[in-house]
Nanobody, 128 residues
Framework: QVRLVETGGGLVRPGGSVRLSCTAS????????VGWFRQAPGKEREGLSC????????TYTDSVKGRFTISRDSAKNTAYLQMDNLKPEDTAVYFC?????????????????????WGQGTQVTVSS
């Protein structure tokens, strides 16, 4: 069974850090680009970052550049999103997803429609 499972969410104070994990089962994550997304209540799903398995290149949306870091561990079949200096506006449900190819799309690499398998999401709440 093909699955992506996100873990690591929770309540964190402003300025704090959290690392989200995205573990794949039923397939090899290294065969696909991985993206992270988030969706806040009443808002559209927002692309945050993409990691290409083909060459390790990464892409970030401007709002998280310098604060979030995407990575993967092939041995664990898992991708990560390290989130630092968190702000209340980062509160959302966070999702990982895989694209149908190893590289992030050249055009619109973090556009949700470019991804086909999705996890169920994990809530991150940034509040004091």
């Amino acid at each position: 069974q093909v699955r992506l499972v996100e873990t690591g969410g929770g309540l964190v104070r402003p300025g704090g850090s959290v690392r989200l994990s995205c573990t794949a089962s039923g397939f090899t994550l290294d065969n696909f680009a991985v993206g992270w997304f988030r969706q806040a209540p009443g808002k559209e799903r927002e692309g945050l970052s993409c990691h290409s398995s083909s060459d390790g290149t990464t892409t970030y949306t401007d709002s998280v550049k310098g604060r979030f870091t995407i990575s993967r561990d092939s041995a664990k079949n898992t991708a990560y999103l390290q989130m630092d200096n968190l702000k209340p506006e980062d509160t959302a449900v966070y999702f990982c997803a895989t694209a149908p190819q190893p590289a992030c799309a050249r055009n619109h690499p973090i556009f949700p429609r470019a991804y086909d398998y999705w996890g169920q999401g994990t809530q991150v709440t940034v509040s004091s």
